[in-house]
Every structure is written in C-alpha cells, then in structure tokens.
C-alpha cells in the first residue's frame, strides 16, 4: 500500500516534467539515453553482447546446437528466443517460471529477428530432415531501469552479427560464420499525456499507459511491432511512433552494428 | 513462421482464394448471453473461427495482495481447446496463449470502467473452439460482447480485426491458408467512436506506407464489426429473445 | 462465508422440495432434463459432438494423429481422454492443471469405453510395435450445470462412432472410419435423503451425499462405475441405481445414438 | 487396459493360480502405530501388498481459504513408492493417484466426526511399498484403523476389498496376476456395522447379476477384514503392545 | 508462533542436557542409536533394505532398467539417486516436488556412491552408446527421528551389496549380480555449544547450528563430506568429526555390510 | 561424475596447464556496487568465471507464514545463465542449484546479523554468467560483498574457494578441466578473521591427511580472497568511485 503510494507520486513527478517539455534525467523527448554495445563478453557461447542503456543492462548470449528441425520446415535451422527476468535485476522481479512480460519480450524480439529474415535459416540446415543448427538467443536482464526491450534486441542481433559456428566441437565441417541478410532494430517510445517519448526509464515507462514497440530494418522497412499498456493510441500518434522507430533505427544501427 | 513455407498463389484475378476482395470480412455470426454460469457471455464466429467468451465479476481477487485498492484487476485468459487446430494442442497456457492474453487485455482496460470497482476482479474467459487465423482478435470481439452482457460499466465496445499482406497486396482479415503463406500479418483492437487503437502488433515485413494503408483498412473493418456487436447487443436486450 | 450461507439455504431448498415428492425445474424423479446432441461441429476435429443436457453444455473433440504404441500393447492403437473444466464454465473452475474432479471424469468416460471394448484397437494399429494411431479425446466443459459426466460420456461415444481417419493427412491408406463395437452410455443418479434421483443438476449435485455413475452398453452390461461423493449407499439403493443406470441408458442410446 | 493381454488360464481345477478359492482373501497382517512421528498409523499387508498408512491431525488447515467453517477438511494422499510396482514409477503424483486420493477420501469421510473439529485439518497419507493389486482397498483398510489409532472419532471403521471376473468366475481380492489377465475388476468399501457402501467403482464388463453377485461377496469379506482391523486395535490398546 | 516456543524450549532441553555431559536418551556422545538392517524387503525392487536409526525408519529400494547412457560417458551405467520426503513420515514434510533438504540428502548419498566408485558402471553397459542399466537408487523416509542421512547413505549401500540384475525380464543376459568394489558409510555428527555428538536424534538436529556428514570407504579413505546447518565449524572440530567418521563408519561396515 | 573421464595429464614440470603453481589462485577480479535496482552488488572475476551477486533487503518476507518472529530470513538464489556453460542450461533451477542454493546460503548465515531484522527477507541473488569451476565459492564472494554493500550489518565477511587433486597433488582453485579430469573436489567458505568454516563439501575420493592438507590449503587462499574483498570494498567507499 506504501509502495503503491510512492508510485503514485512518482509517476505524477514524471508527467509533471513532461508537461513542462522536460525528462527526469534532462534529455529531449527523441533523445535515447547513452548506448553501450560490448560484443564477445562470454566466451562459452557462440556470440553475445551486453548492452547499457543509461543504467539498463542487458546480457543476450547466443548458443548454437545440433538439434532436430520442424517437421514443416526440414531444411531450416530453428531459432529459440528466450528471456529470464531473474529477480536480481529488478525489485518487481520474482523468482518463477517466465511471466507475461518476459514470455512478451522474448517473443517481439524473436519476431524482429523472423519477420526481418535476418538469420538464413537454410544455411543453418546440416542434414535435411535429421539435423539442424539450433539458435538459442538466451536475454538475462542484469539491471532493469526501463526499455529492456530495445536494449534485448540490440543484444540478440548484435551477437549474431558475430557467431561463429562450432563445428569442430560437434565434428561437423562447414561454413564457420553465420550470414546475415538484416539487422533488424528496436525503438520503443511511450505516450505520455499526448507527448511520445523514445526510450522510457523505468519511471517513464509506469507514468505511461501505452508503449509502441517499432522494429525496422537497414532498408526502412518495418519487421515487427508490438503495442503494450493498457492505454490507447491516435492513428497520428502511431504515425509519429513509426517514423521515430524507423529513424532512430537507423542511426542506432549506424552506430552500433 | 513465415519462412520455409512453399509457394502458394493466393490471389487469383483479383480475388482471394475463398473468392473475397481484398477488403472484405469474413462471415460474421453473434450470440449474446449463450452460457447460463457466467455472469456474461458471447459466441462469436468469424468465417470457420468459433469462439466463446465468458465474464465472471466483478468478484473477490485471490490472491489478496494482488488486489488493487483503486481499481478491478482484468485477467484475461485466452484457451485454446485441443481439437481446435489441425495438429492437437496440448491442453494448458503456452508462450503464444500467455501473450496473447496480455495483449488482449490491454486492448480491452481502456473501456473498462475499472475504477467502480475497486479491490475486486472481472475474469474475462476466452475460448477457442475452432481456428482459423485471427483468433485473438475474434476473442477481443466476443469478450467485449461479453463484458457488456455482465453489464460491467464500459466507456465503450472494442473492435478488432487483422490486416496482412499476401502476394504482395494488403487485404482484409487473412484465413489461416493465407496467415501460413502470407508476407505479413497485423492484428488490431480499436475503440470505433473515438478511433482510439488498443492492439497492435505486427509480425512479417510491411514498408512503411504498407502499414499505413493496412492501419486504415483495418480501422474501417472495426467500425463494421462495431455495428455488428451493437445489434447483438440491441438485439439481445431489446427484445429479450433466449439464444 | 456469505457464499456458504447460501450454499446452505440452496442445499435445503433442494431437499425439502424432494422430500415433498418434487425436483425444481418441475421433473419427476427418473426424468432427464432435455438432451440435445449436435454431431461434427468441430471441423478440425476428426469427429466431434456438443451434447446438452438442460443447462449444461460439454464439447468433445476427438483427433487421431500416429504415435508409438504401449510396449506391453504393440499392435494396438492409444486411447487418451482428457478433460478440462476451463473457468468459463462455472464460478467453480479455476485455471491450472487438472484438479481431482476433472481427473476423475475423463478417468470414468474413459473407463467405460474401454470396459466396453468400443473401440476395436487392433484396427487401429499401423506398424505393429512402431506407429499406432492415438485417439485423443477431449472434453471441454461450456457450461456447468451439473452431471457433467453423462453429457461428456455420450459426447464421446458419439464423437467416436463418426470418425472420420485421417489417413491422407499423415501420407496412409486405410480404413477411412473407425469400426464400432459398443455403445456405452453413462448415466449418473444421486442420493437425497433416500431418494434416487436421475441426472441431477448443479443444486441437486451439491445438495447430494452420494452420486453413482453406471455406465452400460448395448445388451445390457455393465462397463464402468463409480461412486463419488463424501456419503455412503445402501446395497438396495445401489441396486436401484443401477437398474435405472441401465434402462435410461437404453433409451439415451435408442435415441442419440 | 484389459484389451490386449496374452490369454492365460487363471483357474484350474476350481482353484486360483495361488490356490485361493473363489471366495477367499489372502493373508491379512495389521500393525498398529507403527511410526513415532504420526498422530496414528497402521502397516496393513494383504498378499503381497504392503501399504503403511499414517494420519496427522486434526490440525491447522492451510491455506485458510480452504477451510470448513462447520466441520474439519480430510485430505487423503494415495502415493506409490518408485520401488513399488515392477516398472520404476516416476516420483509425484499422477492422474491415477488424484482419482483413487479423492474416491478413498469419499470412502472415509461418511465415518469421521468431522463436525468435531471445525476449521481444522485432518491428513491421512497411504504409502504404497510394495503392490499386488487391490493397493486402494488396502490403503482404506490402513487409513481407517491409522485414524482410529490417531483418536479421530469416527462412527465406525471402514473395511475394504475388491472383487473381479477371471476366467468367467466372480472371485474375491484379485493379485496382481488375476487383475491385468481377468475381465473385470471391482473395488468396495463398507461401514461393517451398518453395511453402508462408501467406495465403489468398477472396471471392465459385467452382466448385472454378476454384479449383484460380486457385491454381495466384497461385503461378506468386509466384515472378515473389519474383525481383523478391530482385533488389531484392541490387541494394541489392551495389551499396550509395541511393534 | 506457539510451535515456535515449544520448539525454542526444546533446543534449551537438549542443550542444557548436554552442557552437563548428557543426552536426552541416555546415550553417549559417540554413541549411535540402535541401527537395525533389513535386507530384501520389498519383492519388486533388485535391491532394497529398509533401516532404522532408534525410531528414524528410511526405506530403500533400487530398481535396473535399461535405458540410453551418458553421452559423454557411452559406456557406463548410469546412477539416478532420489529421496522423498513423504508427508507421512513427519510433520515438518509437505506434499510436493522434492524441496532443498531432500535434494540434499539425495545427492550426498550420491556423491558417497560415486565418490567411492562403489558401483563398476563399466560393468552395467548392455550396448556402448546405446543402452547401460539405469540404477534407480529411490530413498523413502518413513519415520524421521533426525539423522536421515545416515540411514538412507547405509539403505543405499546395503541395497545394492546385493542386486539383481533382472537380466530375463528384458530379455538379456549377462552377470547376474553386480559386482562391487566399495562400501561407502555415512556417519554424521552434529556441534553443540562446542561439543560433538554422533547420531543426532530428531531434537538435537534442530538445537545444533552446524552438521557435518563424512563419507568413509572400507580403506579409510573419504569419499564425500557435507557441512549443513547454519553454523560455522572450527578446524580442530572438524578434525574430530572426521575421526569420528571414519571411526563409527568403520564398525558400521563391519558390522552391516 | 569423476568416472568414466579420458586420463589427461594435468601436472608438467610442476606446474598446471594453465601454468599456476599448486598453491595459486586464478586471477581475480572485484566491481562493487554494479548494480542500479540492487540494494547492494559485486561482480566478481576468477579466473574465467564471471559472476554477480545483488541484494535486496532486508524487506517484507512473503509469504507471510514464512517469517521468523526472531530474525531475517536470508534466501539465497544461485543461478546460471543458459549460455554460461559449453552445453546450453535450460532455464529454471535443477536439483544443483538447489543444493548448491542451500549451501551457499548456509555459508553466509554465520555472518549475517539476522536477529536486526525480524519478520523481513533479505534476499541474495546470484548469477553465473560465465562458468569456469568453482562458481559456487565465486558466487559466495560476491555475495558477501554485495550484502555489506547493500549495508547489512555482519560479523565479518565470508571468502571461499576450492581445492582438489588432480594428478595425486592437492592444489588450489579447480579450473574446470582439472575439476572434470581431476580425482576429488572440495569448495571451502571461511570467515577469514575468526578461521571459521562455514561451507564444506567434499566430492571424489581423499585420504584424511590429503584432506587435511587441503584444507588448510583452502584457508590460507581464503585470507587472500579476504583481502582483496575488503580492498574492493574500501575502495568503493573511500573514494566513492563508481564502478
């Protein structure tokens, strides 16, 4: 009840801000707080990333096994996208199997990475029907303080820009690195009172009733999009979501991949 | 999902396999207050989808500490039955099914008056008991129908419908042989009177003008599907004719 | 508490009613409420049925899709029921795993079609010890107005007797429907203060100490039973019920069957 | 699970395989508190069945929601030791143990003065150790003397036993032989002094007079055994014997 | 909250017992409690014992099935080692999976058999690669008087000095018994208020802050050791504990095994 | 575990693979503090492993039936990450984290004033992130420096390591190809003022006097590992460098 209380005020400490053109932490309203992408940190996997935004951290390893196809997809490699909320990032996590929101995460990165064919899963077929390489895309949120959705994403298609194929460990031969055909990347902004605002922190994100998540990639177009919250939104302001999307977008995929 | 599918052609001069254009819905059947335990309920049909949604509350919230002392707590469970798709589904939530309920329910909180009742629940129930492409947003639609039939006080009904892209053109709520062979696929949730959009997700590769136009689309398939629910609804109440 | 206060007046209500020779909705004591069977209503289902009985309302699905047979069976197909009480269908159900009355009630509907050898299993063998077909048998409650079982006992059987193979879909020849040897019927009686009553309803189910399921078949055997319910019998009401067991369902199976 | 078997004689001679008569139970051995920590219990063996029953209680209920407010709550736990049957069993629960927990709990709960203890719980937990056929039967006949010897007042004891069909013959108790290679299978229960049945089910296929017929001898064998339960109680409490 | 008091008095009772030299039962501080050992108990395990410790019961039982091994070991059986807590057995149990003290009891006793290479696991391959026996070593706790450790560690050992391999069940052949090269005692003590006591009964376990299990080999060499408890332990005590280990491991070995 | 291993020389000249002496440690490296949400935090580097540890606490303990009237209840969560080790680990915790959980928690108890706090939680969360052998006593590490981070008052701090044999020589600090080809293993916790042992666990096979070696061995890099803790932390404090 305390709690709920201290909310409450801050959340109206937020949007007062807002209100006034200004974020708590002074940056414009299309302002990403300062991205941090540090590749090949683990070197038991097969790629990963640790990427800060301000003080959000977010860990993606990428782990390839062999490993059984689809049935409907014989000649394809299989991705698995998986996101673990462990409670030392974040006071709202708890112990448990994945809840809605980390099953949610999960999927809309997965989706960014299918919908923009980022991965050539044919390429990743070993033997027709029998065996495949599976792509295990494992998020560990190490600190949560808001947008954890763009900062996955980031992660996952940065560490896969950078996977080398093991081969030898499973005494396969071929190709060693993975080729990529996109890079597919996450905007997320909120609504707040009629203002949009990219890349919520963790109290921008409870200030705002809905959440657009934008996923474009190098040609402009779009590969996935997910709304979240239990706001509404214009058409306009959707409008103005997808266009931040697609150009912020843009520079962080100039930037960091 | 879309990739590794074999190559179908799903538009023939100018029309869909099942002979719609582009813009055109699928048949749409309602029925309002169909289940006698529920305090509200809906079946809905949307071309071979049928489903049935329930309302229960607003009720007691277990677990207590879980109750918000300003408003009712909405859950949403979106079920699929096993026999409802080609291959069984194995009874229980999934990764897709828990999202989906997410979703689902934040499309439906901003009509709902949560306000007048708070500490309590409102259960909302949906059940797919066939499927074919589209089913969250038929479940949004019969359990909006629903909410209303359990006279929970709502601003306004939600509408929902997909728009995707399939042999390169934008249509109108894709069945499931053109959500398997299509390019893309985006579902919405709207309120019609004020335009106000509650869902949407996108899943496939679209241009940006390409969502616009299937944005738009989908807001005008909204409005229809709103005129449905409220003649149900008229219907139902108005009449008082036991379905 | 305040729902048990009702719980207790409903209870009485239902019992002083019976003692008085009556049954709420009007019916005499050996009467069926209205029973209305609708067949093939699930199109992706290999046979279906939606069977009312009153107000209560329970959808069976039946699929077929190849699996391994038991080892100690290898030439024989699988039978799996399954029942979910999903909480659409009464304040009563919550979501979760399936809780002891669901259990039960596929356990006793699957009881009674093996026990009657219904299904000619050896048919349903396609490689003998390799690939069998599993017959799946879902009930799926809509509406929960009591006698659950004897709705979802005769949506099974006649589900089952409609079957249509899926022999094309899964590249086989064969039979194209499933051979039927029996046709067992459930039917359900409870015990109020010495009175036996047939197919209660939801108020009459909880006012009831006992409840006895017979289920029977075509010449008049027994293939499945069981008491429930925290009261005892006496061996004349036992008889009672189970010479109403049979002779309701020889008429459910005339008619419905 | 009776369709498929190998064909094996089981009687020869008028007599069974293990040189029973129809009508006739197998050795029967009770013990009474048998374990220190329990409030009561009994190791109970029937044939090569060997169960121990324990009860706790009446105690706290947890959670508290699911308390009675007029009358105690009885759980009842059926579980079967992994090294008990020939093939390994996978520790927890499974669909068959909910079902015969809850039809032995319905088989207890007409003796027990549950009105005594309102609020409260009563846990009465079964341990399969070895089987042979005829485990729930053996674990009521444990439960109900471990209640007894836990000073739960009850109106009487509960006795249990099944009977089945074998080569065409209505027999008592059947071993685990005569069970997976005879035609039907029986299970009762029954309040001895009353002759009130509390527990019955019935798998496979019967005419209604050999069901009649099986009845009738499940309830003579009842009495045998509550004389048998009754003798182990009173040996206890007497003689104050510890085993 | 009035358990909470009735056990703090308790510890009081047993600590006070002590510190004047005594235990509640009369034992001394090296002494163990009766241990009883009963072999082949139960007809459908290859190998079972059941033991008591004074009134702490613990049933073993040790079923062989064939199964797939190890990839990385294809040439050895395989040890699976299990414990459940039963409610039965005490009322500190809850129904349920296995909780953190069971886990732990499971994998010492484990951690001895292997550590000892007790088990040949070379001899219990059947097919390299392909199929070894499986041991299933199933702890059943039927009383819990404390020292459960012990108990089960000498059920386990006991039960497999004298396997049988149900070679015809499956249609194999091969040894018919399974030789062993080692056996393994656990032997517990607990520190209280400076003191060491071997064999903690029930009470003593919940006064003392720190336990110590020390697995012992017929050579007298250690073969698993396990702190518990939320105490700390000297070095000069843990000294005496593993004396007493091996000391008491050795007349249990002579004496039991 | 230790069965079945190809035998590889893990001793030359003297020296380990990886070119350390018996008695030396693997690099270590300590961040305190890294953490925003956390109440307190620690990296910890040893060698390859990669390791962090929060707190949070001490704060309402749910469930409520769970509280200790007298003092905090420290929960203790070690977990891997799915890519921190060759072969992926399925999410969720395993029968190993479990135990490994229990232990952990139990090292760190001695030091941590509980009885400041009754009825709440202090929660210590620990995550493998990179695992090279050893993670259980890096995880303790970092946990006991993340508590005096986050300000819990404790005795002292509490330092762990490994030691084992491998080639016949008892050595320090396990790298996991010596844990996997070596013949025993044996993670220590101590606090270093006091030489008090609070975790031990011994897994393979020693003779007593290899053990006693070994421990010893364990304590004296225990003082080592001490003060580097206490330096990581001074300098956190002292000059209030942001890590």
Redesign the interface.
Known sequence: ?GL?IVNDIRKDYVRDLIESGKRADGRGFREYREINVERDV????EG?ARVRIG?T?V?V???L?PGAPFP??P??GVIIT?A?F??????EFE?G??D??S??L??VVD?GI????AID??KLCIEEGEKVWMV?I?I?I????GNLVDAAALGAIASLLNIRIPNE?YGLTGEDTLPMRDRPVAVTTVEIDGNILVDPD?NEENAA?SR?TVIS?AD????????????????EE??EM?EIG?EKGGEIREKFL | MKEGKEEIELIKEGKRLDGRGFDELRPIKIEVGVLKRADGSCYFELGDNKVIAAVYGPREMHPRHAQDAKMAVVKFRYNMAPFSVDDRKRPGPDRRSVEISKVSREALDPVIMREYYPKTAIDVYVEILQSDAGTRTVGINAASVALADAGIPMKDLVSSVAVGKIDGEIVLDLNAMEDNHGEADMPVAMVARTNTITLLQMDGRLEKEEFERGLKLAMGACHQIYELQRAALIDRYSESVDV
């Open positions: 009840m709920e683990i070197k038991r996997a990963s003080n951290d860990l390893g990428v782990k096994e409907d997809a000649g394809e998986n673990e462990v409670p030392l990032a974040s006071p112990s199997p994945p809605e929101n099953v949610q999960a999927r989706r299918r919908g923009s064919e899963l044919a295990f494992d560990h190490l600190d949560n303080d460990r963790f009733a657009l990639n402009g177009t779009l590969s996935g999009m997910q709304k979240s919250g239990s706001g509404g939104l214009k058409e959707i409008a997808v697609i």
